[in-house]
């Protein structure tokens, strides 16, 4: 048998042996297959300077399989792109996986790419040299960020409890992510925003910019000399991003300049409130409106508005003084909340008073007198809004209009006859009296028939009206005109309500909850539901009377 046959016989013999042979023999030429390379666009860059990095492999494979945080001590990159292809050329099939991502080196000096493991394959690593960049290409290259960020403010010189606006302006001029600007700082300031940012675009040397501005109010709350510690300014520029590549992440920090401001203290002999301010309006309006000699005309009842707007310059909202007014016990004040507002650098408060007189008689409303300091002129100065003289009269036409009927008053015959009685002694005469008194007493029984009854058809008609417009005003929510139809009917009605106090006063208490809801200070919530059934029970108790005051005149009695 010869040495060939031999082998054979042997293979033949071990045929799982011969198989075994065969996979490990073509385990080399898989790993050949499946070759991994990396290469960059360029090897000599700038610093910051992008350039692009392509890692592939021979093979279909996760794409999650390359670490590229690797790369994180020298270099900042982007969110890589990934590709897969495949492709049959002559009958033989490969597959193809990619990986492009953008990269820039942090320092100047010599960096490396290290090599990239992906399975069982690996790249080579690859040597940079990172340049500092010539001066007249650092817009195209490394540090210039194109973002800038200044600040401003109205003036260097204030006194304590003075506010100054601080704006800032961000000027940006590539793209950026994850961007945000911290407000300026400095030791005895308060600082606030004021406002929502503005944004515009402008065109500087044919390159378009994005232009954001944002409002501080700087209030000083100590004297001597302080640094405004400017706004700062961080994000993250995206270079590099094309079809290919989501390109890198520079971080961009830019910070505001530093200003010094000179902080004055509150002069030694000024009196009052301290208000430092360049400029200070009082003002005030009435509802309905008065003439020049501040004495005015009105009814018990009638209410009066008083609207007084305060506009202080440079002072924060939480500095404006408290409006503090004593009125007379004659009037009853209700008072809306104030309403604040910023508007062209002065910080603005407005204050709404409804006043309703209670009894007639001369009342004198209070002046209002606020002192400031005019940090222009730094002179004190005073400013006053007058106060209003109100002749109270009471309401002629409730007088006339709701007044009850004239009690009857027997004729004066009826005396004289009398008298008669008790001279005459003739039985004629005391005839003919009697004849008169029968013809008298059937006089009266008839006007006292009709006549109550005609008058308790108007009154009832007038009391209709107006509890209806008085529950329309409150359902309209309309409190001014509750409280003044409720005021005309209650005096018409006074004397049937007086016959029940406990309901007089749920009714006055209901109408001052209203009042007190709609203009107090205070969050309190009101029911027009209750002040309705009161008025309800009321009517029914005002039916009653008028119904027994015609059962009563029908007595023959």
Known sequence: MSLNQINWAKKCRSPWLLLLTMLVALLPLQAIAAQAEATVSKNIVAVNQVFQLTVSVDTAINPNSVDFSILSPDFAY?????????????????????????????KVGTATIPAFKIG????????????????????????????????????????VGESINYRV???IGEQLSQASLSAPSGDGLVVSQVGQDAQNNIVQNGRRYLVITRNYQLTAEKAGKIIIHGSKFSGDAV?????????????????????????????????????PTPDLQLQQTWQPQVSNNNDVTTKVGEPITRTITLRIKDVAQSNMPNVNLTYPETVRIYNEKPEYRTENGYSVMTLKQVIIPRQTGKVTLPSLTINWWNTTTEKQQRSEIKGLILNVIADPTANNQFS???????????????????TAGIWPWTTLIFALLWLITLVLFIKKRQQPV????????????????????????????VQTYYQQWRQQQ??????????????DHEVQAMMAAHYSASNNSWNKQTLLALLNQAKQLTVTKQTSMTLSSLDPK
Do not use: C
């Not at 040299?129 to 800038?148: E, F, H, M, P, Y």
């Open 239 to 275: 270079r590099g991003a094309n079809g290919f590549s989501s390109g890198i992440t520079v971080p961009v920090n830019e910070d505001a300049r530093d200003i010094t401001i000179n902080i004055k203290p509150k002069p030694t002999d000024y009196k009052g409130l301290w208000l």
């Open 120 to 159: 069982s394959s690996q790249t080579t690593p690859i040597t940079i040299s990172v340049l500092k960049g010539s001066q007249k290409n650092n817009t195209a290259v490394s540090n210039q960020t194109n973002v800038r960020v200044t600040a401003e403010i109205d003036k260097n010189t204030l006194y």
């Open 78 to 106: 982007g969110q890589p792109s990934v590709s897969s292809s495949t492709s049959l050329i002559n009958g033989a099939m490969s597959r193809n996986t990619t990986w492009t991502l953008a990269l820039a080196a942090k």
């Open 404 to 422: 009850p009927p004239a009690a009857i008053t027997p004729p004066a015959a009826t005396i004289h006859s009398t008298k008669a009685i008790t």
């Open 494 to 507: 006074y004397t049937t309500l007086t016959t029940q106090p406990p309901l007089l006063q749920q009714l």
């Open 454 to 481: 005609v008058t308790t058809t108007v009154t009832a008609a007038q009391t209709t009206d107006l509890i209806s417009i008085l529950e329309a005003a409150i359902n309209a929510n309309e409190p001014i005109k």
């Open 169 to 171: 302006k961000i000027v």
